[in-house]
């Protein structure tokens, strides 16, 4: 299906364990991003990437690590997971620097 | 340092106009200011996005004032399904790399 997809939807993990988060998009949209938000707040930067195998820190960086080998793919890496990452992932694309963003639906982590 | 300002919550009832203020401080020149929409569970979804004086399409408006430290978006008339979490995204262009910065949000509520 076209579009922006993110899997899994839903992820309960326990502290101190690895946890990647799959995005896939088949638009071939050059930047990627993952935000984070917290349950009441608003978005959250991670990290972004402009093309494949070219990333950047966002505002909360820490803790997280990312890839881009394939334009359409952007894994999100917790190398391991703390109670405080617990939080709705989003992964989002976008063509160009002027353009609309994207937004996938969203991943729902909950780290115990 | 960028900061993105909205308020928290507003109240409106159908049929009326809702205009939502930004405040942006230190936005730069070529900066563009973006809205998103996001109802419970889901992405946030593009409305509207502007670089100065006004912005019109099917769903919203966006004016951007000259000295460009603020911005409002007006959703004209209404309705209950309007009920959604609208957010400003500003892109601050800087030599090191872009700065994506959302702002915290403001929750909508559309009574009958």
């Known amino acids: 299906d076209a579009g922006i997809t993110q899997s899994p939807r839903y992820k309960i993990t326990e502290t101190g364990r690895q946890v990647t988060l799959m995005c896939h998009q088949t638009?071939?949209?050059?930047?990627m991003f993952w935000y984070r938000q917290d349950l009441g707040h608003g978005l959250r930067l991670i990290y972004y990437s402009a093309a494949a195998d070219i990333t950047d820190k966002g505002e909360v960086p820490d803790g997280y690590v990312v890839s881009r080998s394939k334009t359409e793919n952007f894994p999100l890496t917790l190398e391991s997971a703390t109670r405080s990452q617990t939080s709705v992932y989003f992964c989002?694309?976008?063509?160009?620097?002027?353009?609309?963003?994207?937004f996938g639906p969203g991943t729902r982590l909950t780290v115990l | 340092l960028a900061k993105t300002t909205q308020p928290i919550s507003m109240d409106s009832y159908e049929g009326q106009e809702v205009n939502i203020t930004c405040s942006h401080n230190?936005?730069?020149?070529?900066?563009?200011i973006t809205w998103y929409q996001q109802f419970p569970s889901q992405g946030p979804r593009f409305i509207i996005q502007g670089y100065k004086t006004k912005v019109t399409n099917e769903v919203a408006s966006l004016f951007i004032p000259a000295d460009r430290k603020s911005s409002t978006l007006s959703l004209p008339r209404v309705s209950l399904s309007d009920t959604a979490v609208y957010y400003c995204l500003v892109v601050f262009y800087k030599a090191a790399g872009n700065k994506l910065t959302f702002g915290g949000g403001t929750r909508v509520l559309v009574k009958p």
């Open positions: 230190n936005i730069a020149t070529n900066d563009y």
């Open positions: 638009w071939s949209h050059s930047y």
């Open positions: 989002a694309s976008r063509q160009d620097n002027l353009r609309e963003q994207f």
